[in-house]
């Protein structure tokens, strides 16, 4: 069919100009690989190891320096002693410790009179908000300890028997299961999200400065009269070759998350590999829609980048999208990539097969539509190139 042959020549020509601009390459290849390369060895060890957390002990009894060795001890915690709170405060504000806690004077003494010695408690959760809150958590837990200890002694010292004791200090047991990421590892659960919507920014970006960049160049009539008159062959010819560099990227970073590094896959690869594709042409669509709308190379970058930016707080996998503003929750249909998030929790995490999914897929389906609302624009746009190229 002639359209087929039309389809082609764009595709030719497309590939000509990627070859000319290195952008192309270094704007989708040369991001995603050093994005992969920096989350996952950042996410290696799946928490941060050996936080610095400060420790002032007012005291310097036997108790307290148990306390610090046993702080010290703890998978996460890497204890630094100062002789001041002011010292410890200034390294704090650096962001060189990720915490400290206050040992008071006589907190031996206290504890052995079994009154109820107070701890502060200094945690910066603004740098960097992951080693404040985990810093904390540390902290916490050495105190509860602590606590426990104390109680036994004070249990202990009124005649308590040893088999009531631990009933008394601790009367309910959690018995916690994680499902889906049984070691509780951050790089499990957020570098598949990450890098998927770092990919979903390079798509985006390239899709709309790619098409905008024929109305910046004053190329746009010629891809016109190679696609036969038609925007649909034009625009269709032009994605194909990122289509297909996005979609190699997309499965190779799939292969390799799930294959040499194992991180867990309760579902199947080739569903997520699908997902991956259809989510690829979903934020082509969005993009291709962007600059439809406001004809300018410059703006519908601006307004990409905004756009995919924002799909992260939407997406729901840093922060629930229950607790947003009401006002706010429904923007997150917006967004391909909160759907892909629905869709990678059900089937990667849980495994619940297609049943499980499916309208999320159909969901990212939906957005393919978005071009044709503004098809007619582009290609008066195309046609008259009647709006600003700068």
């Not at 016109?224 to 010819?237: C, F, K, M, P, Q």
């Not at 939407?314 to 990539?337: C, D, E, K, N, R």
Request: aromatic share 12%; proline share 4%; net charge positive.
């Amino acid at each position: 069919m002639s359209w087929i042959h039309h389809w082609f020549q764009v595709v030719r020509r497309e590939v000509r100009i990627m070859r000319s601009r290195p952008i192309y390459l270094l704007g989708s290849l040369g991001v995603m690989a050093v994005s992969a390369l920096f989350f996952i060895t950042f996410f290696d060890e799946g928490l941060p190891q050996k936080l610095h957390i400060g420790v002032v002990d007012l005291d310097q009894s036997s108790t307290s320096r148990n306390f610090r060795q046993q702080l010290d001890a703890t998978q996460m915690g890497s204890v630094v002693e100062f002789a001041t709170v002011s010292e410890a405060s200034r390294e704090l504000e650096t962001g060189r410790i990720n915490g400290f806690v206050v040992i008071p004077h006589y907190f031996d003494r206290e504890v052995q009179s079994f009154h109820s010695p107070k701890m502060q408690v200094y945690v910066n959760t603004m740098y960097p908000v992951i080693g404040g809150a985990l810093a904390y958590k540390d902290i916490l837990y050495m105190i509860n300890l602590t606590n426990g200890a104390v109680q036994r002694q004070v249990l202990r010292a009124k005649g308590v028997p040893d088999g009531e004791i631990m009933a008394r200090i601790q009367p309910l047991t959690v018995d916690a299961h994680a499902v889906g990421n049984g070691p509780t590892n951050y790089g499990y659960y957020l570098v598949n999200m990450i890098l998927m919507g770092i990919l979903a920014m390079c798509v985006t970006l390239i899709t709309a400065y790619s098409v905008g960049a024929e109305l910046k160049y004053g190329t746009s009539k010629h891809l016109l009269e190679t696609a036969d008159g038609s925007i649909v062959v034009g625009i269709l010819g032009k994605l194909a070759p990122y289509t297909l560099l996005f979609s190699v990227i997309g499965i190779v970073l799939q292969l390799l998350l799930y294959g040499p590094l194992h991180y867990p896959m309760n579902g199947s690869i080739l569903w997520l590999v699908l997902a991956t594709l259809v989510f690829i042409l979903a934020y082509q669509a969005v993009g291709v829609f962007i600059v439809s709308m406001v004809p300018t190379l410059r703006l519908g970058v601006c307004i990409s980048a905004l756009y995919s930016v924002l799909g992260f707080s939407f997406a729901g996998f840093t922060l629930p999208v229950t607790s947003l503003p009401a006002a706010l929750q429904g923007m997150s249909v917006i967004f391909p990539l909160r759907f892909y998030y629905q869709l990678y929790v059900r089937e990667v995490l849980y495994g619940s097969g297609f049943a499980g999914w499916w309208v999320y897929l159909v969901l990212m389906l939906l957005f393919l539509f978005l071009p044709l609302a503004g098809a007619i624009r582009l290609k008066h746009a195309y046609q008259y190139q009647n709006y600003p190229r700068n």
